[in-house]
């Protein structure tokens, strides 16, 4: 991204890189908003051909955050949103591996379809923030920024969410 | 306070930034087991699989397509319009303009038209036509007296407040000045139209209105009008008449005592202003005198 500054994005093998370095991760994060692959794909698309079109005026610098707020602006018309349904890697599905008893492998099965389930009930806001330090690994500061929030606002999101979490997974027993 | 703390601490604990003595005092509470199992199982989820390639291409392809239909279409329609607005004020400048020719009192102004028609415009006259589709649409408007060589082609005419006249190649006079209408043939034919009467004449033969009556006059035999050569004839005509020419030709103002006068028949030279008046004054028995433009003629 720093190379290339000169010509920016525009240039055909700097968008290239730039979208293999974001695309998953917007993509993600609009999966775990709208809970649907479609839509989520076709907003990061949308963000995208923005971003390309409008190259000439994004210095290379700006482009994240121009990517994240056109894919938020867009999400606006997208209202309605589904449930998140997520899957668990098949590899490193277990806690304690030295475990494996059948009940102990019962149990565990049970509370993945527990988590599951509430991960689905959080709010969008703490979904969003959650998953995204979950599943993709950003830190905290990296989430803030997808957001538009602060980083203890993001802090406050994530703890929220590990309390809903608790409290949905234990209501459950 | 204490609600801020606990705020920071689970944050924090997941984000592994918890202190030693922070992580035992958490791992001793109940709930500790729960979320460890939260943060293990969560960490092994997964979203689904990108197709990258298929995305990609998709942004590429919309990006050249929209990018086309957006950024040109403005450009192209900025310049149509443009050219179309462009186009349409040139041609309705074009179609509407008029070409104006005047001769001020005391001068006399020559001039072609597009298809090279001369025209010899007399003193006090005016002439406006349109240069746009000439050949197909050739008119003339006269105010004033005007002698027309007309090249040969369609019909041309020559519209006047007091008639048209209506020619195909030919050489001929028009006059139009306050009520009296004369024109004149010396080549070719000639129709004129006034009040509705419609009169051929054939070289020489001239047609005289008077307050849209039909005057009588005699045979034209000269080739062309008087006036060219700056000899004016008059058959009939209102001394008034004869008066307002010669102001328009020497550019004078004349002033006539109101009377009577019998109707004037001769010519009169118009580039020599004394014999003219001597004319004048010893037919109607005035007297002439000049200060600066102005000539007052009174009764002998």
Not at chain 1, 63 to 81: E, M, P, Q
Not at chain 1, 147 to 152: D, V
């Amino acid at each position: 991204m720093k190379k290339n500054s000169l010509s920016g994005i525009c240039e055909e093998i700097t968008f290239s890189n730039f979208f293999k370095d974001h695309v998953k991760s917007l993509r993600n994060y609009l999966f775990y908003k709208f809970g649907n692959e479609e839509q989520a794909d076709d907003v990061t698309q949308e963000a995208f051909i923005k971003l390309w079109q409008n190259c000439a005026d994004v210095p290379p610098e700006k482009a994240k955050s121009f990517l994240y707020t056109v894919a938020n602006n867009t999400s606006l018309n997208h209202i309605a949103h589904q449930k998140v349904v997520l899957q668990y890697a098949k590899r490193n599905t277990h806690v304690h591996t030295d475990e494996q008893n059948p009940e102990f492998l019962m149990e565990e099965e049970q509370f993945k379809v527990k988590l599951q389930k509430a991960i689905a009930g959080l709010t969008e806001a703490q979904r969003t923030a959650f998953l995204l330090h979950r599943i993709d690994g950003k830190k905290y500061h990296e989430i803030a920024e997808i957001l538009g929030i602060s980083i203890k606002a993001v802090e406050k999101r994530i703890h929220g969410a590990l309390v809903e979490l608790r409290k949905e997974i234990e209501n459950m027993r | 306070m204490k609600e801020e703390k606990e705020n920071n601490k689970l944050a924090k604990w997941l984000d592994g930034r918890m202190t030693d003595e922070e992580l035992r005092e958490f791992e001793a509470l109940p709930g500790f087991e729960t979320y460890n199992k939260i943060k293990a199982f969560s960490g092994a989820l997964t979203a689904p699989d990108v197709d990258i390639d298929t995305l990609y291409q998709n942004v590429t392809r919309h990006k050249n397509r929209k990018s086309s239909v957006r950024k040109l279409n403005p450009w192209f329609a900025k310049i149509a319009a443009t050219l179309l607005l462009t186009l349409g004020l040139t041609y309705f400048f074009y179609t509407t303009h008029t070409t104006n020719t005047v001769a001020e009192t005391g001068a006399r102004t020559e001039f072609l038209l597009p298809d090279h028609s001369s025209i010899v415009l007399n003193a006090g006259s005016e002439a406006e036509y349109r240069t746009w589709n000439w050949d197909n649409n050739r008119i003339v408007e006269l105010n004033g007296e005007a002698y027309f060589k007309v090249a040969k082609g369609k019909k041309f005419d020559v519209v006047t407040p007091l008639g048209t006249v209506t020619v195909v190649g030919t050489q001929f006079n028009v006059k139009a000045r306050g009520n009296r209408f004369d024109v004149t043939c010396f080549e070719g034919k000639v129709m004129v139209n006034s009040n509705g009467e419609e009169i051929m004449l054939t070289p020489g033969q001239s047609v005289s209105f008077e307050d849209g009556k039909n005057i009588i006059v005699p045979l034209e035999e000269a080739k062309q009008p008087g006036w060219i050569t700056y000899e004016v004839a008059f058959h009939s005509e209102k001394l008034t008449n004869v008066i307002a020419e010669m102001e328009r030709q020497y550019g004078l103002t004349i002033s006539l005592p109101e009377d009577v006068y019998s109707p004037f028949s001769g010519a009169l030279p118009m580039n020599d202003l004394d014999t003219a008046l001597d004319n004048i004054t010893s037919i109607y028995h005035l007297k002439a005198k000049r200060t600066g433009d102005r000539i007052v003629l009174t009764s002998e």
